[in-house]
């Protein structure tokens, strides 16, 4: 899927220079998908943490390594990055401050301790939020309470990223990092 290499389309003989140079069957841009109302027109807000991850997180030259090896960072970061309790009461007073324009929230988060530290730290601000990582049995009834507006904040792992239809979502918080701009643009 988004590789480079045109295996499935020499198969359905649809590659470059083959029949015709037909190309794909169907296409359809993320610009014509939001003109048709498919899509929301995405206005991304950056919020200023003033954490200055290299230090607050005290990365290693071991971490700065793994960073440029696999444009990630290491599962240890990420567990900082999820229990920081600074970090994660301003993500909930970001929403505080903006409740009534965010509305309904989906927020991404780095890992499963993050969603749960992300979801207590709502739940004891006054906002019900509940959160959903992979394998869990209960996500389908989870997310079908949220789809019914139970609760206004839902909290995830990557599970949220294909296919969700959720259309009264007014907010997504991306509380966690990708280099992919595959990712990014399946979360927005």
């Known amino acids: 899927r988004m590789q480079n290499n045109n295996r499935l389309l020499r198969m359905f003989h649809l590659a470059k220079g083959e029949a015709g140079d037909r190309g794909p069957v169907y296409q359809i841009s993320l610009e014509e998908l939001i003109k048709d109302g498919f899509l ?60 009534e324009t965010y509305g309904k929230t989906l927020v991404f988060a780095i890992n499963k301790k993050h969603a749960e530290h992300l979801a207590e730290e709502f739940c004891q601000a006054g906002v019900p939020a509940k959160y959903i990582v992979s394998g869990e049995k209960k996500n389908r009834e989870t997310i079908e309470r949220f789809r019914q507006g139970e609760f206004p904040v839902l909290v995830n792992i990557q599970i949220m990223t294909e296919g969700i239809d959720v259309p009264d979502v007014q907010t997504v918080f991306l509380t ?8 990014f643009m399946q979360m927005v």
């Open 40 to 99: 929301s027109v995405p206005h991304y807000q950056r919020i200023a943490t003033g954490i200055q991850g290299d230090t607050t997180y005290q990365l290693t030259k071991k971490d700065v390594a793994f960073y440029e090896q696999f444009q990630k960072l290491p599962e240890g970061v990420f567990d900082a990055i999820a229990s920081d309790a600074a970090r994660n009461k301003l993500i909930v007073k970001e929403y505080l401050d903006h409740r």
């Open 176 to 183: 966690r990092e990708t280099n992919s701009d595959v990712l």
